[in-house]
């Protein structure tokens, strides 16, 4: 597997809008989250080994999360035309088998992944109530063919904190995955990533 890693998008960033389907048709903004709560913005897709290593346990997550007021928004960003596994009639049955209780979006212009400087799937934004970066990094240190149990510890300890309204630790660790499949010559200057897998 290749790894690449976050970009680390500045603390403090504003939520960058979008507007996208979602798999059941609707379409999902910015402007449909509600004013005051907090966003998780979540780039993944359907392939992707670290994706599928914690998939089951970020769905949980949101769900027990969601309870607590934090809005998540999941986003596939991929090309299609190159991985068709991570196709939007696929992406519906992948909300369907692991019960994903949260909008998944599919940026099919990549416009939106580079809006937030997504480099990897998963890469994880976390946004306070007023919308500004609070959290970019990890799900935890849990990684495919590992020992380390998968608990989803570091982006807990940041939505906790966001929830509370408490500030988050800038102690924050890259999230690493698979480098979002850019269109042919479409990788954005921020993107130093290596080839696909």
Known sequence: MVKTASTMLPL????????LPNVDGDTVSLSDIPADAPLL????????????HLREEFAKFAAEYEEKGLSVVAISSNDVSTHPDDSPELMVKEVEQFGYTFPYLYDESQDVAKAYNAACTPDFFLFDRDKRLAYRGQFDDSRPQSDTPITGADLRAAADAVLSGTEVSSEQRASIGCNIKWKEGAAPEYFTGAPAV
């Not at 403090?12 to 507007?19: E, I, L, N, Q, V």
């Open 12 to 19: 403090g960033t504003s939520a960058p809008d979008f507007s």
């Open 41 to 52: 913005v979540a780039f993944i897709c359907n392939h992707c080994p670290f994706v599928v």
